[in-house]
């Protein structure tokens, strides 16, 4: 017999999957020069980043350094795969409202240039839908490539 829900047993086969292969979980603080210190890893070939940065960052100076912070974990050649919310003052989760940093595609391109990364693909997807657990205006998807040569093998 066919689930009603495809899609959801999908997504629990694929969350199944990806947590097998994870080997380590890290504190990280995005604000730290190297954020997984006291930890040293080597330079990785993906970083994915999804609705973080402006949750950790209180001004556009610290989210352009926390930027900078995280591509030092990326190696030449390597990839940042970010999601980020657009036009967000705050967001609520579990009745506890947290603040977030009001951001505009233009400033977050221009950090993640100034971070030394060449953006690949950008996409701002507008959301207007009225909610009780977020502000936010937009999402913004981009996949960006670490500059410099990429190391022999
Ligand atoms: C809106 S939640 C997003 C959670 C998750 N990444 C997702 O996409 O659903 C914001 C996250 O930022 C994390 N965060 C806040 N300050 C941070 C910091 N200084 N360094 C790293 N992560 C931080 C919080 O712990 C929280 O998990």
Redesign the pocket.
Known sequence: MHSIFPLREKWAEKEEKLRKKVKQVLK????KPN?LAPVTLPAADCLL????LE???KDLGTFRA?LKNISSLVKPGGHLVM?TVLKETY?V?DQHS?SCLYLDQESVEEAIKDAGFDIKFIKEIQEHSPNTFSDFGALLHVVARKRGPKPAQ
């Open positions: 990280c603080d995005v604000r954020p980043s999804t609705l973080c949750a950790a960052c926390a999601v967001y989760v947290f």
